[in-house]
């Protein structure tokens, strides 16, 4: 079983920068590794995701152009590098991973970290 662990989160104001990471213990990640947020009172969203082994990389048109996937297989660490963040970016941000498909759909994904909160403040 793998365990993901969230870091980088924190408060900023819009038009600012953070970078989150999503380190894997236990194993290396599933084939897929995906960011996701939920923000109070809505569903959890997809962000983006990546493959773990090629790095092809897919994202929500929301974040398209100011949010980065990337991963350092040699750390077993996955970042998402968020450019240009607005307040509706507000909320807590959750990696996961899966074998099956590179996707946005919640329920495909089998591990989830913790979450970590990002604020942007206008």
């Known amino acids: 079983q793998v365990q993901l662990v969230e870091s980088g989160g924190g408060l900023v104001q819009a038009g600012e920068s953070l970078r989150l990471s999503c380190t894997a213990s236990g194993r290396t990640f599933s084939s897929y590794v995906g960011w996701f947020r939920q923000a109070p009172g809505k569903e959890r969203e997809f962000v983006a995701t990546?493959?773990?082994?090629?790095?092809?990389?897919y994202y929500a048109d929301s974040v398209k152009d100011r949010f980065t996937i990337s991963r350092d297989n040699a750390k077993n660490t996955v970042f998402l590098q968020m450019n240009g963040l607005k307040p509706e970016d507000t909320a807590v941000y959750y990696c996961?991973?899966?074998?099956?498909?590179?996707?946005?759909?919640?329920?495909?994904?089998?591990?989830w970290g913790q979450g970590t909160q990002v604020t942007v403040s206008s």
């Open positions: 990546i493959k773990w082994s090629g790095g092809g990389t």
């Open positions: 996961a991973t899966t074998f099956r498909y590179q996707g946005e759909s919640v329920s495909e994904y089998d591990y």
